[in-house]
């Protein structure tokens, strides 16, 4: 009879732990998304921007960084 005891108590308190570790997991899921959907303004979002045959001008690197602004790059 202790043995039945001591297991449905063991029982309870690997499902209480169980469903606080699942309530964390669940937490931090959601702040780690919160953190990807809006970064904080510390975060840089940059990219590696090159030119091929030097095909370059002044209203096409003007319309690129109008268009890396507008998608939240803001270092090039």
Known sequence: ???NFLAVCCLIILLLFVAWSTSQTKE????????????????????????????ISKEGVINDLQAMKK????RA
């Not at 899921?29 to 510390?42: I, K, N, T």
């Not at 090159?50 to 095909?55: E, L, P």
């Not at 998608?71 to 803001?74: F, K, L, V």
């Open 28 to 55: 931090s899921d959601q702040l780690l998304e919160a953190g990807f959907v809006h970064p904080p303004d510390s975060i840089q979002t940059s990219v590696y921007w090159y030119w091929i045959s030097d095909n």
């Open 71 to 74: 998608a939240g790059i803001n």
């Open 1 to 3: 009879m202790k043995k």
